[in-house]
C-alpha cells in the first residue's frame, strides 16, 4: 500500500513557487495543458463569467489522463466501450469543454467556445448532459458527479459479468475538487464503491485548498487520503504539475484492486501572477489585466481561441488515439454470441415479450383479487418483471424487508462477484439515488431501489438530475402515508408527494390496489426519458378492479365507477384512498346523489391528455379530492369550488385506522362534505 504523505499545514504555493514551476523547461506536453489554460481564459473573458482557476490548475493532469490513458475516440463519442470521464468540479466546465474542442469532437469548435454560458450553447456553465455528446453526465452540485461515477463504474462490472470482458472492459475517471469531497453524497458513494472494490474507479482530486470563501482550512480539517484509505481506497498525493508524477500514479492506479484517490496538489489559476493561489477560484473570471499576465507568464502570444498548428496536430492525434481499439472492438462485437443482446440493452430497448408474464400476473389478480398492500404488490409486479428483464438491478437502503424490492432467487452483487442484480446499499439513500443516475447513463442497466418514501428527502438531489437529464430510474418509496401507522411523524410522509408532483419530468405513481400497481410497474418500466416513482402502501388494501384488459392507469386517470345519472359530485383519490372514497359513493348513491368515482393514480400522465378527456373523467359537478396527504397541487384538479379531503399538518402515532379517524379522512367526512357542499 502506498504511504500517504502528510498535508501541508501552509496554503498553496506563493508567487515565488508558481515562478519556479513556470521556469521549469516547457515540455511539448506541457504545451499541450498551455491550450487548455488559454482557451479557459479566453471563453471566460469572452463571456465576462465563469470559472477559470480549475481548468488552469488541473490542465496539467488532465493533458496526461486524456493523452495517455483514457481509452476513446472523438469520432464516435458514444462507443460503448470508452471509458468514462466525469468532470464532478462542473464549474471548472472550460477544462471539459477545451478538451472536446481539442481532441476534434465534432461541435465543440470555437463558434461554440464563444459561445461559452450563452442560451442552447453545448458549452454550458456547468456541463449537461444531452447538450454534448462528449458529456457524460449533469455535474455543477458539487458530489453528485464524483457519487454517479460510481454508478457508472458499477454498471461496467455488472455488464462485463454478463458480456464479457471482449465486449465491456474500460475505466470511469473522475477530476473531484475539495467541494465535491465535502458534500456528504461523495462520502456515501465512496464508502460504497469501497466495499465493492470497483478498481476501475480513479478519481484525481484538485488539492489546491481554495474555496470561494477562502482557504479550505477556514471549514475543513479532514485528513482526506487517511478517510479514502478507510473506506477501502488506494491514496496517493503527487504535484498536479509534474507529468510524470501524474503519469506514474495513473499507471499505479490502473494496476490497483482497489478504487483509487490520487491527490493532485495543484496552484489554482496557474499561470496568472497577480492571484496566485486564489485565481478564479470559484468566482469571478481573472478580469483583462490578469488574463494576459496569465498568458504572458506562459509565454503564450496567440490571439484569443487560437491554438498553434503543431500544439493543435498534437491534440488531434490524442482525439484519434483510440480508433484502433474502437475499430478492434467492433470487430469483436461483429462476431460475438450476445451481439443482439448487448446492442439491445444499451440502447435502452426492451426485450420482446417482456410485458407477458406481467399480463398474466394481472389476469391472476383479476380473478384472486388479492387484499394486500401495494408494496407487497411490487413485490409481486417485480417477480414478473425481472427474470424478463435481465438488465433491470434492484436494490434497497437496508430496507429490503419492507420495500419488497427483492426477488426470490436472485443473487446479490458482492465485492468480486458482480454477476448478481440486486445491490445492498446500505443507510446510503443519497449516494443511492446518483449511483442509479450512473448505472443509467452508462446504458444497458436499469435501475430500481426503494426505501421509506419520507426518505426520499435524502435522494432529492439525485432525482432532480436525473430529470434534468431524462434518465430512467425507478424509485420504490414505500410507507406512503400516515396509514404506515405507529411510527409517528418524522416516518409518515405528508408532503413528499406534493413536493416530487411540482419537479418537472418526474412521474409520480400512486396506485390504489394490486391491479393498479402492476399497471404502474409497466408504465415506469416502458418510460425511457425520467425517473419514476412508486409510492406505495404499507397497510393492506382492498382490491378494486376486476378488469384485466387495458392498462387503465396509462391515461393517469378514469372513471373507476360512474354515477348512476347525471353526476352531482365527483370523488377524486389517489392511492390507499381511493376505496375510502368508494365507500363514500356507495353511501352518496344510496342517498339519491348521482356521485362518480376518479382514481388519478398519476397526476403527470393525466395532465398529458387532451382536456376534453379530463373534462370527462373529472365531470362538472362537484369534485372532491380525497388523499392522506397535504392538499397542495389539489386545486389543479378539484377548482375554485372543490373540496379536500386530508392533511394539514404532521402525522401522529397510533395504529392506522386511529389516525385516518383522528385526521378526518373517512368515509364518513367525504359523504358528511359532499352533503353540506350541496345543500
Known sequence: MASIAPASDTPNPALSAQAALL???????????????????????????????????????????????????????????????????????????????????????????????????PAAGHPEFGEHPGIETTTGPLGQGIATSVGMALAERLLAARFGKSLVDHRTWVIASDGDLQEGVSHEAASLAGHLALSKLTVLWDDNSISIDGDTALSFTDDTLKRFQAYGWAVRRVDGHDHEAVAAALTWAQRSRKPTLIACRTIIGFGAPTKAGTAGSHGAPLGEKEATGAKSAMGWNHPAFEVPEGLRERWATVGSRGAGARRSWLKRLANHPQRDEFERAVVGKLPEGWHLPLAALRARLAEEKPKIATRIAS????????????????????????????????????????????????????????????????????????????????????????????????????????????????????????????????????????????????????????????????????????????NRCARGGYVLEEASGPRRATLIATGSEVHLAQAARTALEADGIPTALVSLPCWELFALQDESYRAEVLGSGLRVGVEALIGFGWERWLGPDGVFIGMTGFGASAPAEHLFKHFGITTDAIVAAVRKKLG
Open 23 to 121: 521556469a521549469r523547461p516547457s515540455s511539448e506536453e506541457r504545451r499541450m495543458a498551455d491550450c487548455i489554460r488559454a482557451l479557459a481564459i479566453d471563453a471566460v473573458e469572452a463571456a465576462k463569467s465563469g470559472h477559470p482557476g480549475m481548468p488552469m490548475g488541473m490542465a496539467d493532469a488532465a493533458t496526461v489522463l486524456f493523452s495517455r490513458f483514457v481509452k476513446f475516440d472523438a469520432a464516435d463519442p458514444r462507443w460503448p466501450d470508452r471509458d468514462r470521464f466525469v468532470l464532478s468540479a462542473g464549474h471548472g466546465s472550460m477544462l471539459l469543454y477545451s478538451l472536446l474542442h481539442l481532441t476534434g469532437h465534432a461541435g465543440m469548435g470555437i463558434p461554440e467556445l464563444k459561445r461559452f454560458r450563452q442560451l442552447h450553447s
Open 379 to 550: 413485490q409481486r409486479a417485480l417477480e414478473a418483471l425481472v427474470p424478463a428483464v435481465p438488465e433491470m438491478v434492484g436494490g434497497s437502503a437496508d430496507l429490503t424487508g419492507s420495500n419488497n424490492t427483492n426477488v426470490k432467487g436472485v443473487p446479490s452483487v458482492a465485492p468480486g462477484n458482480f454477476a448478481g442484480r440486486y445491490i445492498h446499499y446500505g443507510v446510503r439513500e443519497h449516494g443511492m439515488a446518483a449511483a442509479m443516475n450512473g448505472m443509467a447513463l452508462h446504458g444497458g442497466i436499469i435501475p430500481y431501489s426503494g426505501t421509506f418514501l419520507v426518505f426520499s428527502d435524502y435522494m432529492r438531489p439525485a432525482i432532480r438530475l436525473a430529470a434534468l437529464m431524462r434518465q430512467r430510474a425507478i424509485h420504490v418509496l414505500t410507507h406512503d402515508s400516515i396509514g404506515l401507522g405507529e411510527d409517528g411523524p418524522t416516518h409518515q410522509p405528508v408532503e413528499h408527494v406534493a413536493s416530487f408532483r411540482a419537479m418537472p419530468n418526474v412521474f409520480v405513481f400512486r396506485p390504489a390496489d394490486a391491479m393498479e400497481t402492476a399497471e404502474c410497474w409497466e408504465l415506469a418500466l416502458r418510460r425511457a426519458d425520467g425517473p419514476s416513482l412508486l409510492a406505495l402502501s404499507r397497510q393492506n388494501l382492498p382490491a378494486l378492479r376486476t378488469d384485466a384488459g387495458e
